[in-house]
């Protein structure tokens, strides 16, 4: 089964890092993009970056460039979302899902973060 | 505000045919494969729709998809409680070199 796996919820305070993750299980990591999309509360979906894990081929959305940075460990079929200065905006539901040639399918289950003083 | 636009709200009562609308430009819909995306309350998204009118294996056949020109639309026949749930509808956008989403229609099953 093709599954992606993401950590778990953060609670953080302004101005502190984060990285949070995404495991892909069930198929070839290496040859499919995956997807960075935010949902905030009671929101839409927005795209904000993908990466290709076997090359770490980035592309990001011009809304996210420059606020957060996407990896990925091919040798541990996990993708990364990271920030380095969380603000109270950023709180929001992350999911990642890995892109093919029909769609966003699957979806991890995503990752809250709550980015509070 | 999202690049596509759709209605905010829909509503039906079990056994009736409901359709959401997906409004874009010629960059997205009007060139491009048009994606649904089901996300019922609590859960992560699910594909539902690719390539405008094709389903997945596993999504009844009471879900279609169609376009005409710059705006599609999904539709759900014999309406059951289950579907309630949200709804977006996306596309890729040769404008913005990126997947564009339009901003989800809340079904409600009445």
């Known amino acids: 089964e093709v599954q992606l796996v993401q950590s778990g919820a953060e609670v953080k305070k302004p101005g502190e890092s984060l990285k949070i993750s995404c495991q892909g299980s069930g198929y070839n990591f290496d040859t499919y993009w995956i997807v960075w999309v935010r949902q905030m509360a009671g929101k839409g979906l927005e795209w904000m970056g993908f990466?290709?894990?076997?090359?770490?081929?980035?592309r990001y959305s011009p809304s996210f460039q420059g606020q957060v940075t996407i990896s990925a460990d091919k040798s541990i079929n996990t993708a990364y979302l990271q920030w380095s200065s969380l603000k109270a905006s950023d709180t929001a539901m992350y999911y990642c899902a890995r892109q093919d040639s029909k769609g966003f399918d699957p979806w991890g289950q995503g990752t809250l973060v709550t980015v509070s003083s | 505000q999202s690049v596509l636009t759709q209605p905010p709200s829909a509503s039906g009562t079990p056994g009736q045919r409901v359709t959401i609308s997906c409004s874009g430009s010629?960059?997205?819909?009007?060139?491009?494969?048009v994606k649904w995306y089901q996300q019922l309350p609590g859960t992560a998204p699910k594909l539902l729709i690719y390539?405008?009118?094709q389903r997945p294996s596993g999504v009844p056949d009471r879900f279609s998809g169609s376009k005409s020109g710059t705006s599609a639309s999904l539709a759900i026949s014999g309406l059951q409680s289950e579907d309630e749930a949200d709804y977006y509808c996306a596309a890729w956008d040769d404008r913005l070199n990126g997947p564009v989403f339009g901003g989800g229609t809340k079904l409600t099953v009445l």
């Open positions: 010629s960059s997205n819909v009007g060139s491009k494969p």
């Open positions: 990466i290709y894990p076997g090359d770490s081929e980035t």
């Open positions: 390539s405008t009118n």
